[in-house]
């Protein structure tokens, strides 16, 4: 399985921006999904999560209202879309997938997943 991230960019503050992670292979319909970030000298963190069919999300504190995640399993692909970004936002934002069952407590971890994508900058001036 490959995960190819894309959409990130430079934007400024108050903007949006749409991430897309498409996937190869013929697990993605039947796996969970999510979105990670991490800035210059901090760790990872968790951003959102889908489950496999699209019913059940899960978002970060920081993000929830302003992002929002949505797939499509005909596309194999998984989508970050974001709106009144902040500087705060900045950082490289990676997909992630996970095969195994849902759980609100373990899609926020990132030793849960089997498989990451490369990563796409997103840039956000004040």
């Known amino acids: 399985v490959q995960l190819q991230a894309c959409g990130g960019g430079l934007v400024q503050a108050g903007g949006s921006l749409r991430l897309s992670c498409v996937a190869s292979?013929?697990?993605?319909?039947?796996?969970?999904m999510g979105w990670f970030r991490q800035a210059p000298g901090k760790e990872r963190e968790f951003v959102a999560a889908i489950v496999w069919g699209g019913g059940l999300t899960l978002y970060a504190d920081s993000v929830k209202g302003r992002f929002t995640i949505s797939r499509d399993n005909a596309k194999n692909t998984v989508w970050l879309e974001m709106n009144s970004l902040k500087p705060e936002d900045t950082a490289v934002y990676s997909c992630?997938?996970?095969?195994?069952?849902?759980?609100?407590?373990?899609?926020?971890?990132?030793?849960?997943?089997?498989?990451w994508g490369q990563g796409t900058q997103v840039t956000v001036s004040s």
């Open positions: 992630a997938q996970r095969t195994s069952f849902w759980s609100p407590a373990i899609v926020r971890d990132t030793r849960s997943y089997d498989c």
């Open positions: 292979g013929h697990t993605f319909s039947s796996s969970n």
